[in-house]
């Protein structure tokens, strides 16, 4: 039977965030990390501010919001504040519940030296990465990607030795794109230039590639 598509949502919902977090999703043990961090600075947190006038958005929260940053590769503080007010995992790794309004960008700006200042920051990220190495969290495996596009009108069979023209008319039989055998050639950026495209560098690719 086709089930009804409900436009109506429910009044009443009892639901947690914690509840829509899986119970392996590596934020979980980073979160423990980052608590534990906390707790063992909690006096240091303190002394950072008045003990009188309007509270604070906490500390633990523009840290731990910098950590996700981090992590999910967020460009920017204010696009990092238009997700935590619809980011339910985010909510759930800052503490907030579900009808909590997302705090101002502008928090980063007005903390973020206060942070530096009493050296917080690095404390914090230096505890919580040697808690993760402690609890092999951490992977030694490395990779090396590289999402640059670079546009070059040139190819293997421009480069020429540097001061050799290329030839002005191709032959009239020559289809425009010649076979050229240069194996065994040395070719290197020092000793070849490309008669297209000047700034263009020769690179080699790795193993298996």
């Not at 119970?23 to 534990?36: C, F, G, K, Q, T």
């Not at 640059?148 to 040139?154: G, K, N, Q, S, V």
Request: net charge positive.
């Amino acid at each position: 039977m086709r089930g009804a598509d409900q436009k109506q949502g429910n009044m009443l919902c009892l639901i947690s965030p914690d509840m829509r977090v899986p119970r392996n999703h590596p934020l979980r043990s980073i979160r423990r990390v980052a608590d534990e961090a906390f707790r063992e600075m909690d006096e240091v947190l303190a002394g950072m501010y008045s003990r009188t006038g309007r509270p604070s958005i906490p500390p633990e929260r523009l840290l731990k919001s910098f950590v996700l940053m981090a992590l999910y590769s967020i460009r920017s503080e204010r696009l990092f504040c238009e997700q935590l007010d619809y980011n339910l995992l985010f909510r759930w790794f800052l503490d907030m519940d579900m009808v909590e309004d997302s705090f101002d960008h502008s928090s980063f700006s007005k903390n973020r030296q206060r942070l530096l200042d009493h050296g917080v920051a690095q404390k914090f990220f230096a505890q919580v990465v040697g808690y993760a190495r402690d609890r092999e969290l951490l992977s030694d495996d490395h990779f090396t990607v590289d999402g640059t596009l670079i546009e070059a009108w040139a190819s293997l069979k421009s480069f020429k030795p540097k001061g050799e023209k290329a030839k002005e008319q191709e032959p009239p039989d020559d289809p425009g794109n010649p076979s050229i055998d240069f194996k065994g050639q040395n070719r290197k950026n020092s000793t070849h230039s490309s008669t297209t495209d000047p700034e263009s560098r020769l690179m080699r690719k790795g193993k298996g590639k």
